[in-house]
């Protein structure tokens, strides 16, 4: 089976289903941002916050390549992972890429912490920042191989899902 590399916005369940899905098929869980966090003995919002986004997005590249090199894992990749489109065809050599989605609602929602994702904290209007970033990032999740709407579904039934779909593929 080949690896799974979830996509999506900022809250859908990448990393709550990630781990679970990881567990049900017996494969290695990989959290992109937070291997990017380990491997530089920094958050992403200092890294943000002293290097700027450029220098994030560099380091996520190189991380793509390192974990698309493994084998049997789930890759929970950041919310815009999908931006570069290097990034999207490097994780598609070695997995099936699912798209996870929810309401505006849901996000606001499972986002509503501050300090811990620095594109949504920098916005002035959160509801209309998260409208205006979905619809830009829509053709890049658009790539997926299947997408899946987590607003009312456990991390459970996600996984569940997604082991069905990987099955019939």
Same mark, same amino acid.
């Given at each position: 089976?080949?690896?799974?590399?979830?996509?999506?916005?900022?809250?859908?369940?990448?990393?709550?289903?990630?781990?679970?899905?990881?567990?049900?098929?017996?494969?290695?869980?990989?959290?992109?941002?937070?291997?990017?966090?380990?491997?530089?003995?920094?958050?992403?919002? #200092?890294?943000? =916050?002293?290097? &700027?986004?450029?220098?994030?997005?560099?380091?996520?590249?190189?991380?793509?390549? *390192?974990?698309? @090199?493994?084998?049997?894992?789930?890759?929970s990749t950041?919310?815009?992972?999908?931006?570069?489109?290097?990034?999207? #065809?490097i994780l =598609?050599?070695? &997995?099936?890429?699912?798209?996870?989605?929810?309401?505006?609602?849901?996000?606001? *929602?499972?986002? @509503?912490?501050?300090?811990?994702?620095?594109?949504?904290?920098?916005?002035?209007?959160?509801?209309?920042?998260?409208?205006?970033?979905?619809?830009?990032?829509?053709?890049?999740?658009?790539?997926?191989?299947?997408?899946?709407?987590?607003?009312?579904?456990?991390?459970l039934q996600?996984?569940?899902?997604?082991?069905?779909?990987?099955?019939?593929?």
């Amino acid at each position: 089976m080949k690896n799974v590399v979830l996509i999506g916005f900022m809250g859908v369940g990448k990393s709550s289903t990630g781990r679970m899905l990881a567990n049900m098929l017996g494969f290695k869980f990989i959290d992109m941002d937070k291997a990017i966090e380990k491997k530089y003995s920094m958050t992403i919002p #200092e890294m943000f =916050k002293k290097y &700027g986004e450029a220098y994030f997005r560099e380091k996520e590249k190189e991380m793509c390549r *390192e974990v698309a @090199s493994k084998k049997s894992v789930v890759i929970s990749t950041g919310g815009g992972t999908v931006k570069d489109p290097e990034n999207v #065809e490097i994780l =598609k050599r070695t &997995g099936k890429i699912v798209c996870l989605a929810a309401s505006v609602d849901s996000i606001m *929602e499972r986002t @509503s912490a501050r300090g811990t994702r620095p594109i949504l904290d920098a916005m002035e209007d959160r509801r209309q920042g998260i409208i205006d970033l979905l619809a830009e990032r829509q053709p890049m999740y658009a790539q997926a191989d299947y997408t899946l709407d987590t607003t009312d579904l456990s991390p459970l039934q996600v996984s569940q899902d997604i082991i069905s779909y990987m099955k019939r593929r």
